[in-house]
Every structure is written in structure tokens, then in C-alpha cells.
């Protein structure tokens, strides 16, 4: 099928690729062994492989048999490296991806990546072509032999190609043939290099260790987990995936490895998502908490205490909604105009404008993440605190400004009732933080106006001609972002006025189990186009029925969910009206929302 896809339009299907990475950047690799995508050295550096955003001027790295094949990729049980198989008349070849990754880091500044090609039987005849094109195809670069090594050189980013098979370059690229008989196997491996690194060679004994030592390092991560639920496979398959989505120097946590890819094909939805979202990340903190991940939750507050100070009020408030993985808050957004985009998706833009929005209920999302921090991993010191007050003060200060909302609309602000929750969440949990442990707090402030929040939800966040709870204050337009009401404790799940509201959204938003986020014909958010389901409202359905006791429904609907995910176990943003994953993919978002109502309906199954 992926061969078929790539012939038919230059392009495989976002859902036909792995990921592999090293807890600093990622690399996609399609279903036909081609690498599409990776940025070196880190998640949101310039693309070296871009294929998936221009099949022509994108780069890529290609390497597959040169025989008719099918293909088949996998994942090494419990671990972040991939496999990707080619049956052929002859016999059987894998290539094996990997970046490496051990419990010292060694290898952090080649920024290497691996890829081993083993005959598993009979003999195949392979191709490779490397194509690197930097900068987002913008920069062109030089290429020479040193020795039998390939560098790649730019002014600022060099590339070094390493092989146990003979190279021959081909103007900016270069290319191998060669043929495997079983038990064989050839080695390619590409490091940044310059200054202190020079290239070297990657002998298959290196390549062999290396594998090991990557292998040892996810199944001693994964064995941390304290999840022995019915979904072992699919949830610590999400824990994986969001544990590549972290960046080690710092603690961030991105909300997904790509830009641009689109939310609908031929559509202007396309964002760039290799920023921290302090509403993501916090999300995120709370299910690796869950699964008893505390060095993550760990690393991510100590991001926040370096990067993310309450102290700077910027236009939209104390907090921004999103940070570079380094703490930067400059996220100018751009066009690439010479990139084409997914399948002519233009247009494929770099920064992020969202980033000067004012979305109120990030300050919720973060204070749940830190209460619950301050739960389960360890208490939070008086300075963090001291910040905590200082945000819940500026929550009491705020809570009531319409703003932009959780889905980033950009057709004006609006008085968001998930605004006003997230507000009132902010609020509960310090009064909670203050009381458990007798911190100092202006408890009647802070209760008061958690109160006030609680009445004017009540009293202008429900529709009587809807008999549900709406998107925004005064208005009847239903949007999946309410599910989150019992999530958060802010409702009993079994409120006549809470199941009146899930009936509601049955009916107009759930579509065999998918969910869509909002009616953007009934709730303009100034962008053209249509969207498919959002995933994470999908998983958010889940918990809101299995809170709700309608337990059976719960669990249907959460399987049918699974039987959406790639080959592989992995989720986009959204699916489209095809059943297509769309959108930037993985996302964090969709992949914590599994493990939280994977989580819950096991409990609830007993």
C-alpha cells in the first residue's frame, strides 16, 4: 500500500510512519523505509528531511529493497526503535532505526542516527540515496569524500555519513547499491559534525552496541510503569511516544515533532508544534504521574522554574501560552513560501503567533499539574509557592476577560466557558495546596472569587433552549471542551444538568464514537476550511461517560477510538471524514488523553 501511495502522489499518508528519537530531536520514517522528516540537532531546529512537506525540495533519506516488496514496520518490544520489514520473492531484509540513547547521554552532541540493514533470509538486493537539504530547503550545501566518510556542510550545520558499504555521490547526494545474503548486514550512520566532532567511522560491532545499549535504555524506562491494566500494549506504547517528545537539556515537553502538517488536506490549518504549550505539557505531567513517571513531572517543573517566572507580565498576562523548548518566548511566526506543503498543504509555516494569545485556562492546567505534583511525586518548595499565589492572585485579578480559548480561534475573544473553568480549577487547587499543607494564602480572596467564577457558569454557561452547557458565555453553541467539567471535579457527573449536556453533545458532536471539538459553521473561529474529529475530545468522551456510570458505552467507544491509531499505535491531532490521521502527528495531546481514560475505565471496570 505505502509504495502504491508515495507513486501516486509523491507523498505517503502521515499515519504511514514511525517515530524514533533521542530526547532531543525525532526522525519520521515512512511504511517504504524513507526517512521524511528530521531536524537537527533539536525538535525545532531547521529540517534536514523535509520530504513530507515537498516531496521534491524537502530531502529526505531513502533506503529500501530494490525488488518488488511488501512491507511491514513494527516496533523492538518495549522500546523506541523501529523496524521496518520487506518481504521480497528472494527473502526477508530489515532496516533497523534508531537513534541513540543511553542512561549517560554520551552521544549527545553527535546527534547520530542509525540505520542497520540485516538479511534476515535468502538474499536482497538494496538501494540507499541520501539527500539532505538544510534549512528547510532553503540552504544549499556543499558535499565532499573524506576517506570513505560523506560530509554534508553549511555554514552552520554539518552532516557526516558514515557507511560499511561503498558511497558514490551524485551531485549535492549520495547514493548505494548493494546486496545482502542472509546474515549479513550493512550500517549507515549520520552525525552532526564540526568543531569538537569529527566524523568517524560506524563499524556494525559500534552499531551493535549501540542497539543494545538503546534497547536496555526504553525497557528500563518503561519498566518504571505502574500501569498493569487490560490496554498495557496501547498505553505504554503512548508513554513511550510521549517520553520522545521531551527534551532532555531542559525539561520541555512538545506538543507534537512536526509543523505544518495539515488538519485538512488542500486546508490553511497548519501550525507549527514543536513548542512547549504549558496547557499540553501539563496535561502530560499529570498522565506520566499517573503511570508513576516522576522524573519527567520532575524535569518539566524544573523547566518551569527556570524559564516560565510569573514575574514577567507580558500583554496576555503573566504566563504565555506556549515557550521555546529553551524557555524563549520570541515564536515570530512565518511562511515558507518555496515548500509546497503535505500534498500542496500550503502554506508550511515556522514560530507560532499563537503565542501572544490570551488563553485563561493554561493557568488552570498548569496549577492541577502542580497540585498533583505536590500529591503524588514530591512537595513543592516555598519559592514555587510563592509563584503559584502569585499566578492564583492574577487568576482572581482576570478570570472574567473574554480571550482566544483552548482552541486557539482566531476569529476574535469570546467569553470561553473552558476559560472560566480552567480558572476556577486554578483557584481550587491552590485553596487545596494551602490547606493540605498550612501554607500562607489569602484564602478568603481566593475562595470568594472561586465562588463568583462557580455561580457565573452556572448562571450564564448554560443554555435553557440547549439544556446544556455552551462554548461561550450568553451563547447555545456546543463545543467538546465542556466534557471537561466532571474531569475536573467542577460538576457531579451524574448533575441532571451534566447528562442533560452529554445527551446534547451526543447528539450534535460524536460521530460513532469520534468527537468533533465545535460546529465551526455555527461558531465561525476565522479560519477556512472544515476539520476532521479532534482525538483528545474522542478519549475526553471516554472519561466523561465512565464518571458518568454509562460504563459499557464508555469502553465501546474507547475501543473503537484504538482501532483508529496507526500500524503502529500512534495518533495525529485529529481523523478526517476517511478515517485518515491529519494534523501534526504524534501529538501529545491525543496520547495522554489515552492514558488517562485508558486509566480511568480500567478502574471503573475493576
Same mark, same amino acid.
Request: charged letters at 25%; one cysteine or more.
Given at each position: 500500500?505505502?509504495?502504491?501511495?508515495?507513486?501516486?502522489?509523491?507523498?505517503?499518508?502521515?499515519?504511514?510512519?514511525? #517515530?524514533?528519537?533521542?530526547?532531543?530531536?525525532?526522525?519520521?520514517?515512512?511504511?517504504?523505509?524513507?526517512?521524511?522528516?528530521?531536524?537537527?540537532?533539536?525538535?525545532?531546529?531547521?529540517?534536514?528531511?523535509?520530504?513530507?512537506?515537498?516531496?521534491?525540495?524537502?530531502?529526505?533519506?531513502?533506503?529500501?529493497?530494490?525488488?518488488?516488496?511488501?512491507?511491514?514496520?513494527?516496533?523492538? &518490544?518495549?522500546?523506541?526503535?523501529?523496524?521496518?520489514?520487506?518481504?521480497?520473492?528472494?527473502?526477508?531484509?530489515?532496516?533497523?532505526?534508531?537513534?541513540?540513547?543511553?542512561?549517560?547521554?554520551?552521544?549527545?552532541?553527535?546527534?547520530?542516527?542509525?540505520?542497520?540493514?540485516?538479511?534476515?533470509?535468502?538474499?536482497?538486493?538494496?538501494?540507499?540515496?541520501?539527500?539532505?537539504?538544510?534549512?528547510?530547503?532553503?540552504?544549499?550545501?556543499?558535499?565532499?569524500?573524506?576517506?570513505?566518510?560523506?560530509?554534508?556542510?553549511?555554514?552552520?550545520?554539518?552532516?557526516?555519513?558514515?557507511?560499511?558499504?561503498?558511497?558514490?555521490?551524485?551531485?549535492?547526494?549520495?547514493?548505494?547499491?548493494?546486496?545482502?545474503?542472509?546474515?549479513?548486514?550493512?550500517?549507515?550512520?549520520?552525525?552532526?559534525?564540526?568543531?569538537?566532532?569529527?566524523?568517524?567511522?560506524?563499524?556494525?560491532?559500534?552499531?551493535?552496541?549501540?542497539?543494545?545499549?538503546?534497547?536496555?535504555?526504553?525497557?528500563?524506562?518503561?519498566? *518504571?510503569?505502574?500501569?498493569? %491494566?487490560?490496554?498495557?500494549?496501547?498505553?505504554?506504547?503512548?508513554?513511550?511516544?510521549?517520553?520522545?517528545?521531551?527534551?532532555?537539556?531542559?525539561?520541555?515537553?512538545? *506538543?507534537?515533532?512536526?509543523?505544518?502538517?495539515?488538519?485538512?488536506?488542500?486546508?490553511?490549518?497548519?501550525?507549527?508544534?514543536?513548542?512547549?504549550?504549558?496547557?499540553?505539557?501539563?496535561?502530560?505531567?499529570?498522565?506520566?504521574?499517573?503511570?508513576?513517571?516522576?522524573?519527567?513531572?520532575?524535569?518539566?517543573?524544573?523547566?518551569?522554574?527556570?524559564?516560565?517566572?510569573?514575574?514577567?507580565?507580558?500583554?496576555?498576562?503573566?504566563?504565555?501560552?506556549?515557550?521555546?523548548?529553551?524557555?524563549?518566548?520570541?515564536?515570530?511566526?512565518?511562511?515558507?513560501?518555496?515548500?509546497?506543503?503535505?500534498?500542496?498543504?500550503? &502554506?508550511?509555516?515556522?514560530?507560532?503567533?499563537?503565542?501572544?494569545?490570551?488563553?485563561?485556562?493554561?493557568?488552570?492546567?498548569?496549577?492541577?499539574?502542580?497540585?498533583?505534583?505536590?500529591?503524588?511525586?514530591?512537595?513543592?518548595?516555598?519559592?514555587?509557592?510563592?509563584?503559584?499565589?502569585?499566578?492564583?492572585?492574577?487568576?482572581?485579578?482576570?478570570?472574567?476577560?473574554?480571550?482566544?480559548?483552548?482552541?486557539?480561534?482566531?476569529?476574535?475573544?469570546? =467569553?470561553?466557558?473552558?476559560?472560566?473553568?480552567?480558572?476556577?480549577?486554578?483557584?481550587?487547587?491552590?485553596?487545596?495546596?494551602?490547606?493540605?499543607?498550612?501554607?500562607?494564602?489569602?484564602?478568603?480572596?481566593?475562595?470568594?472569587?472561586?465562588?463568583?467564577?462557580?455561580?457565573?457558569?452556572?448562571?450564564?454557561?448554560?443554555?435553557?433552549?440547549?439544556?446544556?452547557?455552551?462554548?461561550?458565555?450568553?451563547?447555545?453553541?456546543?463545543?467538546?471542551?465542556?466534557?471537561?467539567?466532571?474531569?475536573?471535579?467542577?460538576?457531579?457527573?451524574?448533575?441532571?444538568?451534566? #447528562?442533560?449536556?452529554?445527551?446534547?453533545?451526543?447528539?450534535?458532536?460524536?460521530?460513532?464514537?469520534?468527537?468533533?471539538?465545535?460546529?465551526?459553521?455555527?461558531?465561525?473561529?476565522?479560519?477556512?476550511?472544515?476539520?476532521?474529529?479532534?482525538?483528545?475530545?474522542?478519549?475526553?468522551?471516554?472519561?466523561?461517560?465512565?464518571?458518568?456510570?454509562?460504563?459499557?458505552?464508555?469502553? #465501546?467507544?474507547?475501543?473503537?477510538?484504538?482501532?483508529?491509531?496507526?500500524?503502529?499505535?500512534?495518533?495525529?491531532?485529529?481523523?478526517? =471524514?476517511?478515517?485518515?490521521?491529519? %494534523?501534526?502527528? &504524534?501529538?501529545?495531546?491525543?496520547?495522554?488523553?489515552?492514558?488517562?481514560?485508558?486509566? =480511568?475505565?480500567?478502574?471503573?471496570?475493576?
Amino acid at each position: 500500500m505505502s509504495g502504491s501511495a508515495r507513486e501516486h502522489t509523491g507523498y505517503l499518508p502521515i499515519a504511514e510512519h514511525g #517515530l524514533i528519537g533521542d530526547l532531543r530531536s525525532v526522525a519520521l520514517v515512512g511504511t517504504d523505509g524513507t526517512i521524511d522528516w528530521y531536524c537537527c540537532p533539536s525538535f525545532d531546529a531547521p529540517s534536514v528531511f523535509a520530504s513530507i512537506l515537498d516531496a521534491e525540495r524537502g530531502g529526505c533519506f531513502e533506503l529500501a529493497a530494490t525488488v518488488p516488496a511488501r512491507t511491514k514496520q513494527f516496533y523492538f &518490544p518495549d522500546t523506541n526503535v523501529l523496524i521496518t520489514r520487506f518481504y521480497t520473492e528472494d527473502g526477508v531484509g530489515e532496516v533497523q532505526d534508531f537513534m541513540p540513547v543511553d542512561g549517560d547521554m554520551v552521544e549527545t552532541e553527535r546527534h547520530r542516527l542509525i540505520r542497520r540493514v540485516v538479511c534476515v533470509r535468502g538474499s536482497i538486493p538494496f538501494r540507499t540515496r541520501v539527500a539532505p537539504r538544510f534549512d528547510y530547503g532553503a540552504q544549499p550545501h556543499t558535499l565532499r569524500m573524506v576517506g570513505d566518510v560523506a560530509v554534508f556542510e553549511t555554514p552552520k550545520l554539518s552532516l557526516g555519513l558514515t557507511a560499511t558499504v561503498p558511497l558514490e555521490t551524485e551531485g549535492p547526494d549520495v547514493r548505494a547499491d548493494f546486496k545482502l545474503s542472509e546474515g549479513e548486514s550493512a550500517v549507515f550512520a549520520l552525525d552532526q559534525v564540526g568543531g569538537e566532532v569529527t566524523p568517524r567511522r560506524c563499524a556494525r560491532t559500534e552499531a551493535e552496541e549501540q542497539f543494545n545499549s538503546t534497547v536496555a535504555y526504553w525497557r528500563h524506562w518503561l519498566s *518504571a510503569s505502574k500501569y498493569r %491494566g487490560r490496554w498495557r500494549e496501547m498505553v505504554h506504547r503512548s508513554a513511550l511516544t510521549l517520553k520522545l517528545l521531551t527534551y532532555a537539556p531542559t525539561g520541555a515537553i512538545v *506538543a507534537a515533532p512536526t509543523t505544518s502538517l495539515p488538519e485538512q488536506l488542500g486546508g490553511e490549518r497548519n501550525w507549527d508544534y514543536r513548542y512547549v504549550w504549558v496547557r499540553d505539557a501539563a496535561f502530560c505531567v499529570y498522565a506520566l504521574l499517573r503511570l508513576g513517571f516522576t522524573s519527567e513531572a520532575e524535569a518539566f517543573m524544573d523547566f518551569l522554574i527556570r524559564h516560565v517566572s510569573p514575574d514577567g507580565h507580558g500583554h496576555s498576562g503573566p504566563l504565555q501560552i506556549m515557550y521555546g523548548i529553551d524557555g524563549r518566548t520570541d515564536l515570530t511566526e512565518r511562511e515558507l513560501g518555496h515548500l509546497e506543503g503535505h500534498q500542496g498543504s500550503a &502554506p508550511v509555516r515556522v514560530g507560532n503567533a499563537a503565542a501572544d494569545q490570551l488563553q485563561l485556562d493554561i493557568y488552570g492546567a498548569l496549577i492541577d499539574s502542580i497540585y498533583l505534583y505536590d500529591k503524588w511525586a514530591k512537595p513543592i518548595s516555598s519559592d514555587q509557592w510563592d509563584d503559584v499565589s502569585a499566578l492564583v492572585d492574577w487568576v482572581c485579578e482576570n478570570w472574567d476577560q473574554p480571550d482566544e480559548g483552548i482552541w486557539e480561534t482566531r476569529g476574535g475573544r469570546k =467569553n470561553f466557558l473552558y476559560s472560566r473553568l480552567m480558572c476556577w480549577v486554578a483557584i481550587e487547587r491552590a485553596i487545596r495546596m494551602a490547606n493540605r499543607r498550612g501554607l500562607p494564602a489569602d484564602l478568603n480572596r481566593w475562595r470568594e472569587c472561586r465562588d463568583v467564577i462557580y455561580r457565573r457558569i452556572m448562571k450564564r454557561g448554560w443554555s435553557e433552549t440547549r439544556q446544556a452547557f455552551v462554548q461561550h458565555e450568553d451563547g447555545d453553541v456546543l463545543d467538546a471542551a465542556v466534557l471537561m467539567m466532571p474531569l475536573t471535579k467542577f460538576i457531579a457527573p451524574t448533575d441532571p444538568k451534566w #447528562l442533560s449536556t452529554l445527551d446534547a453533545l451526543t447528539e450534535e458532536l460524536v460521530s460513532d464514537s469520534l468527537v468533533y471539538r465545535y460546529d465551526p459553521t455555527a461558531s465561525p473561529d476565522g479560519l477556512r476550511g472544515d476539520e476532521g474529529t479532534f482525538s483528545i475530545c474522542s478519549f475526553w468522551y471516554v472519561e466523561a461517560m465512565v464518571h458518568a456510570g454509562r460504563i459499557d458505552e464508555a469502553r #465501546l467507544a474507547f475501543e473503537k477510538m484504538l482501532t483508529y491509531a496507526n500500524h503502529l499505535g500512534l495518533y495525529a491531532e485529529e481523523i478526517s =471524514n476517511t478515517g485518515e490521521q491529519q %494534523g501534526n502527528f &504524534p501529538q501529545a495531546f491525543t496520547h495522554l488523553a489515552l492514558i488517562s481514560a485508558a486509566f =480511568n475505565l480500567d478502574r471503573a471496570l475493576g
